[in-house]
T-cell receptor, first 115, second 114 residues
Framework: GDSVTQMEGPVTLSEEAFLTINCTYTATGYPSLFWYVQYPGEGLQLLLKATKADDKGSNKGFEATYRKETTSFHLEKGSVQVSDSAVYFCALIAGSGGGADGLTFGKGTHLIIQP | GAGVSQSPSNKVTEKGKDVELRCDPISGHTALYWYRQSLGQGLEFLIYFQGNSAPDKSGLPSDRFSAERTGGSVSTLTIQRTQQEDSAVYLC????????????FGSGTRLTVV
C-alpha cells in the first residue's frame, strides 16, 4: 500500500539556519504530494502541495519539489524563524483516486527553532 | 461555515462511557474525513464520507467505533464503551471532492479516557 516516510524528530535548529526535512514515498500511479503544518494546540494546515513530477510547491518561504525519480518531496527553507516551530507532516493522495483512503501521512517531524 | 468546526474541543470521560464527537465541515464540501492522532503514532485514517455514504469502514479501529453523516454536512464519530487506548486527538477534515485539492482540517477534539 501507499506509505510516506519522514525523518525522525525532533529537529532542533537555531534561528536563521537552513532547514531540510526529508520525505520519501511509496505509491501506485502518480500521487499528489503535500506538506501540512501543525502549530501547537492547532489543527493541521496545508503548507504547500505539488500535483505532478518536477512541480515545486512554495509558501511562507518553504519549498518542496516533486522528484519522481527519487520518490521524494523534501521540505526546505532558507532561513527559519522561531515562529516556524511546529510539527510538519508529509502526505500523499494516490493518483488512482485515493479519496476512499484519504490522505496518507508520514508520522510527522517536530521542528524546534531556538532564538 | 468559514472553516471546519469540531466539538467539543476537549472531552474527558470515564472508561466504559460512550462519547460522541461532532464535525461541521465547510459548507459545500462533499468529502469528509476522520483521523486519529495519537502521541507517537502519527495520523491514522479512520473513515471517509462522500456525501452521506462511507464506502469503506475498515479503517475504524474496532466495532466500538461508528460514524455517520447526515444531510451531506455534519458528521458524528461515536465511540462506545471507551477504553484508555482511545485517548487521542480526533481530527476531521473536509474537501470539495476526493482528490488533489488538499483538505481543510478542524482543530480536533482531544479525548482523554480516565
Amino acid at each position: 500500500g501507499d506509505s510516506v516516510t519522514q525523518m525522525e524528530g525532533p529537529v532542533t535548529l537555531s534561528e536563521e539556519a537552513f532547514l531540510t526535512i526529508n520525505c520519501t514515498y511509496t505509491a501506485t500511479g502518480y500521487p499528489s504530494l503535500f506538506w501540512y503544518v501543525q502549530y501547537p494546540g492547532e489543527g493541521l494546515q496545508l503548507l504547500l502541495k505539488a500535483t505532478k513530477a518536477d512541480d515545486k510547491g512554495s509558501n511562507k518561504g518553504f519549498e518542496a519539489t516533486y522528484r519522481k525519480e527519487t520518490t521524494s518531496f523534501h521540505l526546505e527553507k532558507g532561513s527559519v524563524q522561531v515562529s516556524d516551530s511546529a510539527v510538519y507532516f508529509c502526505a500523499l493522495i494516490a493518483g488512482s483516486g485515493g479519496g476512499a483512503d484519504g490522505l496518507t501521512f508520514g508520522k510527522g517531524t517536530h521542528l524546534i527553532i531556538q532564538p | 461555515g468559514a472553516g471546519v468546526s469540531q466539538s467539543p474541543s476537549n472531552k474527558v470521560t470515564e472508561k466504559g462511557k460512550d462519547v460522541e464527537l461532532r464535525c461541521d465541515p465547510i459548507s459545500g464540501h462533499t468529502a469528509l474525513y476522520w483521523y486519529r492522532q495519537s502521541l507517537g503514532q502519527g495520523l491514522e485514517f479512520l473513515i471517509y464520507f462522500q456525501g452521506n455514504s462511507a464506502p469503506d469502514k475498515s479503517g475504524l479501529p474496532s466495532d466500538r467505533f461508528s460514524a455517520e453523516r447526515t444531510g451531506g454536512s455534519v458528521s458524528t464519530l461515536t465511540i462506545q464503551r471507551t477504553q484508555q487506548e482511545d485517548s487521542a486527538v480526533y481530527l476531521c477534515a473536509s474537501s470539495l471532492a476526493q482528490g488533489v485539492g488538499g483538505y481543510t482540517f478542524g482543530s480536533g477534539t482531544r479525548l482523554t479516557v480516565v
